[in-house]
């Protein structure tokens, strides 16, 4: 997800977060500078420099992955990836499990004209489900990169810019949903007919990026000063508890995934290189995996295949 210039009403977060506007648990998203913290370097498996947080403090968001609950059956190895998509519209592969970096190829969506990619989100089969800044949506070959356009409307709810993610709808099932999320709250997506259902408001305007989990479960990066990462409900919108990520600067673009247990968020505080950083909920610790991916990243995304815990 880009932004341009970062408009006045993206300013609002910081004062909803103040004001309590959020769920509980915002104790440390008031207002503030955020990414002053991180300090630049590069790990390896993924390890890094630029720590911070409690080592063994009660989560405020627990990401589940103990036991149980790990993706259904039906999953091929290109469904288990992370994918990123570049502002100079190509698609790439990323391990989080070793920080690989692979080029799947250029994108070349028919029809797209001046229009970039905005947001993306993959589904178990392996396809990607990318979504353009002029409400175009295609679907694209994770292994070719080919590109294909879809009938889907856009505008539908208020819906035209959004964040997106797949999510199982029951634990370990094989079955999912595709959520989406403009500034005012999510909303389903039917990926067979292509129509979006409203489902309700966040209470407080923040733009966000979805990406779900095996266990059923949907979760937001939220634009602000700090960002942060909230889970969502998935019949409400509202949010059930929230992480701030005080080292962490949104930019002027931002994606996150979820891959063995943690979030991995993809931030451009330029307008062509991105970083990474990986927030393992089990400690509350923010680390810089990647100061340079040597590309914007305007869209990530990942399927329910994803496991919950880092494979042995």
Sequence with gaps: MTLA???????????????????????????????????????????????????????MIDAGGTGGGGPGGGCSVAATRVYLLA?????HSFDPATLALSKVGALACPGSGAATPFSMSVDRSGKAWVLYNDGQ??????????????????????????????????????????????????AKLDTTTLSIAPIGAFGFAAMAELTGTADARLFGFFYGFPPYIAQIDKATSKPLAEAPLDTIDAGTGFAFAFWGGDFWIFTATSDSDSQIHRYAPATQATTQVKASVGFKVVGAGVSTCAPLEVPK
């Design 137 to 186: 949506l295609f679907n694209v070959d994770t292994e070719t990169a080919a590109c294909q356009k879809t009938a889907f409307v856009s505008g539908q709810g208020g819906f035209t810019k959004f964040g997106m993610g797949f999510v199982s709808d029951a634990v370990g099932g094989d079955a999912e949903s595709l959520y989406v999320a403009n500034a005012d709250g999510i």
């Design 5 to 59: 210039g970062r408009p006045l009403s993206l300013l609002l977060v910081a004062a909803a977060l103040s004001s309590g506007a959020c769920a509980a648990g915002s104790a440390g998203s008031t207002s503030g500078a955020g990414g002053g913290g991180a300090t630049s370097g590069e790990g390896g498996s993924g390890t890094g420099t630029g720590t911070t947080g409690a080592g063994g403090a009660e989560p």
């Design 87 to 91: 502002k100079g519209q190509e698609l």
